[in-house]
């Protein structure tokens, strides 16, 4: 698994505190939300073309939604997922 950007350290630090507007969630998956983030930073390198914040998002909530049941990621159930971006 790959840290992107220190998000690990900043989600550490976060977990237990209140943001403005938001609460920290316990139930979160924080493994499977690094192990996704991965995915998705590859695939933005493989895609060749620029990927907005707000399709990051999209994308994290969208595959964080269809995984988070089982705990674990099927792959080909991602792949379809990103087929679907254009």
């Not at 350290?9 to 609460?23: D, F, Q, S, Y």
């Not at 924080?30 to 983030?37: A, G, M, S, V, Y």
């Not at 909530?61 to 254009?86: G, H, N, P, W």
């Amino acid at each position: 698994m790959k840290i992107i950007g220190g998000y690990r350290a900043v989600i550490t630090n976060i977990e237990k505190k209140t943001l403005p507007g938001r609460h920290a969630t316990a139930g979160i998956q924080w493994e499977l939300i690094f192990d996704l983030l991965a995915l998705i930073e590859e695939w933005m390198g493989e895609r060749g073309k620029e990927t907005t914040p707000s399709e990051r998002n999209d994308l994290l909530r969208t595959l964080y939604a269809q995984f988070c049941t089982d705990s674990r990621i099927d792959v080909e159930q991602m792949r379809a997922t990103f087929r679907l971006v254009k």
